[in-house]
């Protein structure tokens, strides 16, 4: 059994950087990951490529040789890869033990988590590979400083989580900017009565009936819940791996590998 995380999130919501900090302090704490780059468009990198998706395929490329601009090639790029799951990626795989732990590094383009279906069949891929994968939804501290933009965030969420189909993780990430953190805060568990109330206080008295659907929906899902990432202390980064962790069943096996053995159980 392998281990994944999935890291998603809308265009500079700071995957790249959360996938080089957590490679940081995984060798710093002795853990082995492997980052995996899935982003055609990316240059530079802070964190050892362990694959990655140019070697499959380049955007340059395609861009010149389809016509294409830069979103119409990224998408190219992914069916591609979604086109070379069994041969290119299996055969990649293959060089990863059985407790490996890989890191996706996702483009940011937001059709795919929501409706173009390379992110969702790659995943199954992967679960049938018979990894245990987890989506890793990063959102922009930044952007959360308001009830709409809220909710905005928790519908884009949501659609990866639906599609996707694995459990899932929202991480809140770029808490060092935060100068008041307390308006953040604020959003990282809300109850839903106060979500409701302060977005019928934004907006006009028709909306009332969609507002409540709306906080009801995000309510249902579970999603009024996001992890603060602070990557400037390790303290943040290895809570957000707990979770991540406890999400995928990390280290679960070993506790029952010593179980099996425990002389009390045998009666
Ligand atoms: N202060 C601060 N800046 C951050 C943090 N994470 C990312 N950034 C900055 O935000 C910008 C985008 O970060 P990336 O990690 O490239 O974001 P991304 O989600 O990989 O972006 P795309 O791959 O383009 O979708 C960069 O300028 C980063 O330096 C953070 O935790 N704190
Ligand atoms: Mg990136």
Same mark, same amino acid.
């Given at each position: ?8 999130? /809308?265009?500079?919501?700071? !995957?790249?950087?959360?996938?080089? #900090?957590?490679?940081? =302090? ?7 990951? =492997?980052? +995996? ?31 294409? $601009?830069?979103?119409? $090639? ?5 069916? =591609? ?16 033990? %059985? ?15 929501? =409706?173009? /279906?390379?992110? #969702? ?7 049938? !590979?018979?990894?245990? +994968?987890?989506?890793?939804? @990063? ?18 969420? @949501? ?7 694995? /459990? ?11 100068? #008041?953190? !307390? ?8 109850? /839903? ?18 507002? #409540? ?12 819940? *996001? ?5 400037? !202390? ?13 999400? +995928? ?8 590998? +010593?179980?099996? *053995?425990?002389?009390? %159980?045998?009666?």
């Amino acid at each position: 059994m392998g281990y994944a995380q999935l890291v998603i999130g /809308p265009a500079g919501s700071g !995957k790249s950087t959360y996938c080089s #900090k957590l490679h940081e =302090h995984c060798t710093t704490v002795g853990r082995n990951i =492997h980052i +995996i780059n899935l982003d055609p468009a990316a240059e530079n990198f802070d964190y050892p490529v362990a694959l990655d998706i140019r070697e499959l395929v380049s955007l340059d490329d395609v861009m010149e040789e389809l016509g294409l $601009g830069p979103n119409g $090639g990224l998408l190219y790029c992914m069916e =591609h890869l979604e086109d070379n799951l069994d041969d290119w990626l299996t055969e990649e795989l293959d060089n990863y033990l %059985d407790d490996d732990y890989l890191v996706f590094d996702c483009p940011g383009q937001i059709e795919l988590f929501s =409706h173009v /279906p390379v992110l #969702k069949n790659f995943v199954d891929h992967l679960k049938r !590979k018979n990894f245990s +994968i987890c989506a890793v939804y @990063l959102l922009d501290s930044q952007f959360m400083t308001d009830v709409t933009k809220f909710i905005s965030g928790c519908m884009s969420s @949501l659609s990866a989580m639906v599609q996707l189909e694995v /459990p899932h993780v929202n991480i809140l990430s770029k808490m060092d900017l935060v100068a #008041k953190k !307390k308006d953040v805060e604020d959003f990282l568990n809300p109850e /839903p009565q106060v979500l409701l109330s302060e977005l019928n206080q934004r907006m006009a008295p028709q909306f009332a009936k969609l507002n #409540k659907s709306l906080v009801e929906l995000v309510d249902n899902y579970g999603m009024v819940s *996001f992890v603060p990432l602070n990557l400037r !202390k390790a303290t943040s980064i290895s809570y957000v791996l707990a979770q991540i962790d406890t999400c +995928i069943q990390y280290g679960e096996d070993a506790d029952v590998k +010593i179980k099996d *053995f425990d002389p009390e %159980d045998e009666d």
